[in-house]
């Protein structure tokens, strides 16, 4: 297999101020293999594409993108933004504000990495799916004390309070009724041109909402108003995360600082307490959130978010929320803490996290959470866990999600429960013991994942947890939804109606049943509905439907239900079963946004790397402008 040398580029190296970001053993390798300007450069490398099952056809590619971003900033934005335009990942103003957006911080990432490193295998697994996930790396979290033998206390039995749970809510202020829904961007809704304007589309958008569009505020407020409806006696509010719309090639400390002004105002004026997390789509450039080690571009992400939390966390979590984005507070009037965790420094598409040396515990983040869940132990208190991205997902590095559910398991006793949003999707994850055997006498902790209020995914929708007062455990989990299909949605407005209960759904199918009011979704219950789905394919494809609120009904057998069941039997994200598209699997990979966009994670960047993968004439464009580039330096 043919790798890649840049001598030409290694050659100004020196010269160029941004090469200390440059680890020294790279121009080593860049020096003695073969030079871009080969003939054969294009072909060996796209041979490498459809055949390689190592890193070698990505590292390839990675190095003369290094070598680019050695370059200038300037000079691998203009190269990439070309690319992106000419593959037709996305529209060209897409394309030019995002990578404008995005461009620096994925160029810094490649000039500190060194090719064959850990870094550059995340990078080719997150970027181009062409290297297998590197096997974590090993560390025991140490903690301040041993497991204690005591278990998760039994249920009091005394009248439940309700806890709502709404995520990814992605207001778009900008949204225009009467504008085309049904766009070639990552979201519709809006007069980007002349056709798109009220009048002049066959697609009108209605004044509420619409599948290929983020939430317009109208949906906003009817959410609000219809928890006020359902829930008057609500304990609090958890939401978890995501404010801003999907137009990230757009975005601005300014703008979105408006939104999340905006958003949590209304939350204040129309709901009691809300605990709130901070989601990927907060930063600007979207999913960028830069640890402490790095530098301190995010810190006002932190400042706002902090500010506004203040009137719930009191003074006692401002400090920790300004400092890491993270809080931890006792609830008023009851033994029950909620530690919100900025699970962005454990993000795949937060690209500030790709350094020479991959942080192990960005922010310390792990050992603050140790610390306050072992405090949280001491004096007895349960514990709520919220988070934006749940530590099972895909877009987890697995070395940190393993760590994190090390501290998972050590404290399972005191973690009553755990609380996430991000996919969309209405979904569950468990916790276990032992992942070698993974059955429901070692289950241990259930994760709640929300489905989300932007109707991308499905209808939309917000979750009321029965919980019990004392010791603060999940009763059931009952899922409220806006049906977009009825008649009055766009006219009189949304109608909030219950959907389904997981202890109507589900208890009543298991054997023994469990019905009672008053026993608690444990992570055994959970286990016992995924053995469900094994034995009852009806169960199943009724939980498939209710992902998206009974908006999708695509089917799903076979090797797909084996995964999707495992993906519910992993808050591990190591233990998921998803496995990144490699090269045997070349002619598998599709440039249909539809069906490749991540739901929460739009990145223009990923995208344009993924067109590498599949247009040979890519790669073509990508030589020419690299020699072109690397000569006008010289000049």
Known sequence: MQLLSLFVIGLGLAQNALCQEAAPQDLTFLNTERSIESRDWVEDLWNDFKSDVTCAGCETLVAAL????????????????EICKISGAEDDDVCEGALQLEGPIIASGLRSMSIGSRTSEEFCTTFLGLCAYPEVQQWNVPFPSSKPSKSRPAPSGKKP????????????????????SNCTKPICCRPYTDADKPGNNKSPAGPNGDHKCDAPVSLEKSMYDAIQKIVPDAAFTIFTGDIVDHAVWNTSQSYNTQQITNAYGLMSDS?????????????????????????SSSQWVYNLLSGIWTQWIGAEGKADSQALGSYSVKHPGGNLRIISLSTNMYYRQNYWLYRKTMVQDP????????????????ANERVFIIGHMPFGDSDSFHSQSNYLDQVVNRYSATISAMFFGHTHDDQFQISYSDWSNRKFSNALVASYIGPSLTPTAGMPAFRVYDVDPVTFAVLDSTTYIADMTSSAFQTTGPEWKKYYSAKEAYGSLLSPPVTDSSSELTGAFWHNVTALF?????????????????????????????????????????????TPSLGVHFSKRSLDPARERDECGISVGRATFNAMGVKKELLDVLQKRVIEKTKESRA
Not at 67 to 75: E, P, V
């Open 534 to 578: 094994e034995s009852n394919d009806t169960a199943y494809q009724a939980y498939r439907s209710r992902k998206s609120r009974g908006w999708k009904s695509d089917s799903c057998t076979g090797t797909c239900k084996t995964n999707e069941i495992c993906q519910l039997r992993a808050a591990r994200s190591e233990n998921n079963c998803y």
């Open 271 to 295: 709901l009691g307490t809300v605990y709130g997390t901070a989601g990927n789509h907060e930063a600007s450039p979207a999913n960028a959130f830069q640890p402490n080690s790095v530098g």
């Open 363 to 378: 922010n310390n983040q792990i050992a603050w959470l140790v610390k306050e869940l072992d405090a949280a132990e001491k």
């Open 66 to 81: 290094k070598g680019l971003a050695a370059l200038s900033d300037k000079a691998f934005i203009d190269v990439l933004q």
């Open 161 to 180: 309070i309700k806890v709502v749970h709404y995520s990814d809510i992605h207001i778009d202020p900008l949204y225009v009724e009467g504008s085309n």
